[in-house]
């Protein structure tokens, strides 16, 4: 768990309305945020996220979305290039379950699984800067830029160099 973009909430603060969180990294927060994302930089990075207690269904909801603008390093050219990102989210806590409870839980591929709070808080910064590392690129390039592979040899002396050649001359 990082410091510096940090937004600690405990659960036994809230309300059980709908409650509304803007979050807006500073200059330092850029830094922080470039150096955890390995980005080359974080130009911006906002989030609007919206929470919604339910004491009752031992519940929390969290949606929201994730904005930001990041100078990425293209794989192909080596080059950097600036990329903005959305990511919209929604997903929920189980205000009451254990590990155990999650683990013994007898749930299919696509059950949607609830998360656990630890010690009765949640960190908004880091649900916002995880949020936006799910929908980023592992090997980022610029829109329509792709790899051509040249080879250094020509086509005989590859088909030379095959394995397989000396058993297509024994089938002969």
Request: aromatic share 10%; proline share 3%; net charge negative.
């Amino acid at each position: 768990m990082q410091k510096d973009f940090s937004y600690p909430l405990n659960i036994d603060d809230l309300s059980q309305h709908e409650q509304h969180y803007h979050l807006n990294a500073d200059a330092k927060q850029l830094k922080t945020l470039a150096s955890i994302l390995q980005v080359e930089a974080v130009k911006s990075f906002t989030a609007d996220i919206y929470l919604k207690l339910s004491l009752k269904q031992h519940r929390l909801d969290i949606k929201g979305t994730v904005k930001a603008e990041l100078e990425l390093k293209s794989v192909v050219t080596l080059e950097n290039f600036t990329k903005e990102y959305e990511a919209p989210f929604a997903y929920y806590f189980d205000t009451s379950a254990t590990y155990k409870d999650i683990k013994d839980m007898e749930a299919g591929i696509f059950d949607e699984v609830p998360d656990i709070i630890e010690d009765g808080k949640i960190d908004l910064g880091d649900i916002a800067i995880e949020q936006l590392a799910l929908v980023m690129e592992d090997y980022p390039r610029r829109d329509g830029e792709e790899f051509h592979f040249i080879s250094e040899f020509d086509e005989e002396t590859t088909r030379r160099a095959n394995p397989f050649a000396v058993l297509q001359k024994l089938k002969k």
